[in-house]
């Protein structure tokens, strides 16, 4: 069951919020941010950025989503573009 929108905004704006607060370059943001089917949050990264650079704020994207969804885990990675 997909969670509602307002929670998959939610998580978007916290994604973006820790980045900003630490300053990061301003490509270094969530343009989406949802559940798979496997209840996995899925997250888009900016056009002109990749998952690598939205990483390196990874502990406080964390920190920031579990205020949000407590059952986040850990971030993976999948860099795979079309």
Do not use: C
């Amino acid at each position: 069951m997909p969670l509602p929108n307002k929670i998959d905004q939610a998580i978007s704006s916290v994604m973006n919020r820790a980045p900003f607060n630490q300053q990061a370059l301003a490509h270094i943001r969530i343009m989406n941010a949802g559940r798979n089917a496997m209840g996995a949050i899925t997250a888009i990264t900016h056009q002109n950025a990749i998952a690598e650079m939205a990483r390196q704020y990874r502990y406080i994207i964390i920190t920031g989503v579990r205020t949000v969804d407590k059952g986040l885990i850990d971030l993976e990675e999948n860099q795979s573009r079309e």
